[in-house]
């Protein structure tokens, strides 16, 4: 396994990448940042053609860090509701695995969060008085979103219909698909159903499209909130092969109500957890994720700054060189 960061194309004169590359990243997962209608820029090339993936590989190769995740993707609403229009959002996914794959870019991240992705309700004081964010299910409006409500049967329809499509080009281009959860877990939110929320949701993906091509983003925070046993989990899924990606946090609290915590600091077993990845022999990417924001930092950025970073990459390199060695 090897420790990465997200690093957005739209963060790289900041000084986020070169203390990255200070605390020793040399594995990028990359994201064009904001983009309108999936254009990265004025008067620029969509993002899914191949000219600008490669734009976007050689800019981090300037600063020495090899992209081994893309954690974007074109607009896809119309097809996790099955509108008209569909067709074409899953082209453009399709012309982007191709770009990937002749990139050599080898992991697409993406969800099947429909019409908003992961919601919080606020922020809460942590150790030290740092910031961290926090949901509570009794905060969120009871409104249905503006596109109205849609099932989990009419979801894992259009999931299907997605998959059957995408996969076969997935596996010309050899990029991997690797789906996070559901944040937070739980279904229907606001009226849309969220599907994926449990194990049986994941082994139901996997069942879904039976291909080397077809996997888990494996964010710990969220797989904290379906089960109490995550090294068991980690064991499933990733002594399946099935495990391409991993979200590396911890949360407090269930479903309905939790908040983020510092990675120490949780009451996840993260060295058992490392233990796992390691007897499962996974060698993909892992990076941290919703770190505490520190002293100084604009919460604008909660879950993303720098400073909870370095933290968090020191702490995951001391699990593992620690679980190297007891193996040794």
Not at 241 to 262: C, L, P, S, Y
Request: hydrophobic fraction near 40%; charge should be negative; include cysteine.
């Amino acid at each position: 396994m090897r420790i990465a960061e997200i690093l957005p194309l739209d963060r790289a004169e900041t000084h986020l990448w070169p203390l990255m590359r200070q605390a020793g990243i040399t594995d990028a997962v990359a994201s064009f940042g904001r983009t309108v209608d999936g254009r990265a820029r004025d008067g620029a090339a969509p993002a899914w053609e191949y000219s600008s993936v490669c734009a976007l590989r050689d800019r981090y190769a300037e600063q020495d860090l090899d992209v081994g995740v893309l954690e974007w993707r074109p607009p896809l609403n119309r097809t996790k509701r099955g509108l008209p229009g569909r067709d074409e959002e899953i082209a453009q996914v399709i012309t982007m695995l191709t770009s990937m794959g002749r990139a050599g870019i080898p992991v697409w991240c993406y969800e099947w969060m429909t019409d908003f992705n992961w919601a919080r309700t606020g922020t809460s004081a942590s150790r030290g008085g740092s910031v961290v964010t926090r949901f509570d299910l009794d905060e969120v409006s009871p409104e249905t979103t503006p596109q109205g409500p849609i099932s989990d049967d009419e979801l894992w329809d259009n999931l299907e219909y997605f998959l059957r499509r995408v996969i076969p080009a997935a596996e010309d281009a050899g990029v991997r698909l690797a789906m996070h959860p559901d944040d937070p877990p739980l279904s229907p939110l606001r009226g849309v159903g969220r599907i994926m929320s449990s194990l049986d949701a994941y082994r139901r993906l996997i069942e879904l499209a039976p291909s080397e091509m077809n996997g888990i983003t494996f964010c710990q925070g969220n797989f904290r909130l379906m089960t109490d046993d995550i090294p068991a989990a980690i064991r499933e899924f990733g002594g399946a092969g099935k495990i391409f990606f991993v979200h590396f946090r911890d949360v407090d609290g269930v479903a309905e109500r939790f908040t983020e915590t510092w990675h120490d600091a949780g009451p996840t077993d993260m060295y058992a957890c490392v233990r796992a990845y390691r007897d499962v022999g996974f060698d993909g990417l892992m990076r941290s994720d919703h770190v505490p924001t520190l002293y100084g930092e604009d919460p604008a950025e909660v879950g993303y700054g720098v400073l909870g970073r370095l933290f968090a990459v020191g702490y995951m390199r001391g699990l593992i060189e620690a679980a190297t060695a007891d193996a040794a």
